[in-house]
């Protein structure tokens, strides 16, 4: 027996001396495994340094039509906290890696002072993806995400009354609140289309690396930054439903802002309005750029082939083909169909086959007009608007002015052009236009560490 167990050891140790195995290149794994040179840090700010303070007061959206002040004993009050919950982030592109296969649940209060909304950032688990790969996108599998304060209410007895606060589950526990992730599955756009069932916009959420990455790691340590547009990006939606007994619900509930992709009454879907974006840098071969602009104006640097209007989208390219006929100058969008609001009542049922036979009507010219005029002038309208703010992008580097700026953890060995918002910051919305502040700058190596004043 003991020969036996000594030809084992043997065997075991030969094996471990004599290994070659690599990950990728010549890097051995096992070396691979003692090193974690790829630091994931997520932000929950439109701003990669210095974001504005939280503001109070975040807004309805006109989508809300059924009613907008609380019903019964209830009052929808602003939330104080976001709760995340992310179950891998991958690499996608030569190759797909799961670097970060670590789920992940976050309570975030409305703090300054938090990591998440500070412009610090918190940081993800993850391995060192493969070294040498050109990454495009990081995929982010989003389980949930969840504002507190939403309010459940029933039509019942003729009239809207508090039914009840609204729970959900999350990291396993029951707590207050709405996961409005599971309304973020599509665009309305994408609900227009025929592989409409097919489409999964937040598992995965697919958040573009600006510049891409290429892993080197023999670079002591790299950032890889990904931020969501949480803070200060937020409006009160209403969710309608039916229950097993034939009653009809409106849930008050907090989401993203519609900035970019309007959300409108009746739509059981809100997604696309998680706006994002990731950026690598390797700290110490940064510079920094700083300057003087009026407080609350947006500063962002883009490197010299990025254009401007990539970060710009005007309010007349953000609108929606409209829901009547193609006369309209905004073009074709289909009609909404009623809801029956009180299955029990008489009159609600008239009222609803009422506004059903007009939506017929409406419906029929729509396909008239739009569908069967040999065009297919719906379909155009609603790809032209889809592809303006599907382009939409947000800046790799931006921060908020307070009457000085400074942009951080800018990448040496590039040319930068440097612009400034024509509004200032704003709840629920982003800038929309944006001023050459100066450039061309070139920040060659010899100036990591430095700053850079612009004007």
Request: net charge negative; proline share 5%; aromatic share 14%.
């Amino acid at each position: 027996m003991m020969i036996r167990m000594n030809k084992i050891y043997t065997v075991i140790v030969l094996f471990l001396g004599s290994i070659t195995l690599f990950k990728c290149g010549d890097v051995p794994i096992f070396d691979e495994f003692a090193t974690n040179r790829l630091r994931v840090v997520i932000k929950g700010t439109y701003e990669s340094n210095s974001p504005a303070p939280w503001t109070s007061g975040f807004v309805e959206d006109d989508s809300k039509n059924t009613f907008t002040t609380g019903k019964g004993a209830s009052a929808l009050t602003q939330p104080l906290e976001f709760m995340l919950d992310i179950a891998e982030i991958r690499l996608q592109g030569d190759s797909t890696d799961k670097f970060a296969f670590y789920r992940n649940t976050y309570r975030f209060p409305f703090l300054d002072s938090e990591p998440f909304f500070s412009g610090e950032g918190i940081w993800y688990d993850n391995d060192d993806p493969y070294p040498d790969y050109q990454y495009h996108n990081v995929l982010l599998y989003i389980r949930k995400m969840i504002f507190p304060n939403a309010v459940d209410y029933i039509y019942y007895n003729s009239g809207w009354t508090f039914y009840e606060t609204v729970e959900t589950i999350f990291s396993e526990n029951d707590v207050y609140g709405y996961d409005f992730n599971q309304l973020q599955y599509n665009t309305y756009w994408d609900s227009l289309r025929e592989e409409a069932d097919d489409v999964l916009r937040v598992f995965p959420l697919s958040v573009p690396i600006s510049g891409g990455l290429i892993f080197n790691n023999q670079e002591e340590e790299t950032v890889l930054e990904i931020r969501l547009v949480i803070k200060n990006f937020i409006k009160q939606f209403e969710y309608d439903y039916t229950d097993t007994d034939g009653y009809r619900h409106v849930v008050h509930y907090w989401g993203l802002s519609d900035w970019l992709r309007d959300v409108q009454a009746d739509e059981e879907v809100i997604g696309g309005n998680v706006l994002s974006v990731a950026r690598v840098y390797v700290p110490g071969k940064t510079a920094t750029i700083s300057g003087s602009v009026a407080a609350g104006l947006y500063v962002m640097a883009i490197e010299s082939g990025d254009s401007i209007a990539n970060y710009s989208l005007a309010v007349d390219d953000r609108k929606r083909p409209v829901q009547n006929s193609k006369s309209a100058l905004t073009g074709c969008g289909p009609p909404k169909p009623p809801n029956v609001v009180d299955p029990t009542n008489i009159e609600s049922l008239l009222d609803y086959y009422l506004q059903y036979q007009a939506y017929q009507v409406q419906y029929n010219n729509f396909i008239t007009e739009c569908v069967d005029d040999g065009t297919f002038k719906f379909g155009l309208d609603w790809d032209a608007y889809e592809n303006k703010v599907g382009n939409f992008k947000i800046p790799p580097i931006v921060t908020c002015s307070t009457g000085t700026y400074t942009l951080e953890n800018v990448p040496v060995g590039k040319t930068y052009y440097v612009y400034v918002s024509n509004t200032v910051s704003a709840k629920s919305v982003l800038p929309e236009q944006f001023t050459l502040l100066g450039g061309p700058i070139t920040i060659d190596e010899s100036k990591a560490g430095t700053t850079i004043i612009v004007p």
